[in-house]
C-alpha cells in the first residue's frame, strides 16, 4: 500500500502528481499487464537479450 503524506495547504495537482510518480516506481501496474497473458521462458530470455544489447549498443555510440 502506497501511503503519501499530504502537508497542510500542499496543492492537491501536487500531491497526486507525487503519487502517480511513486505508483509508477513501485511497477504494479508494469507486472499487472504481464500476468494478463502467460509468456514462455525461452521468449521471456529472447526479450531480455534483445534488450542487453539494445542498451549496450545505446552506451557504445555515446563513448
Do not use: W
Amino acid at each position: 500500500m502506497i501511503v503519501m503524506p499530504v502537508k497542510e495547504g500542499e496543492n492537491i495537482e501536487r500531491a497526486l502528481k507525487k503519487f502517480k510518480r511513486k505508483y509508477e516506481r513501485t511497477g504494479v501496474l508494469k507486472e499487472l499487464r504481464s500476468r494478463q497473458y502467460f509468456s514462455k521462458p525461452s521468449v521471456i530470455k529472447r526479450i531480455n537479450m534483445q534488450h542487453a544489447v539494445y542498451v549496450e549498443k545505446l552506451h557504445s555510440e555515446e563513448d
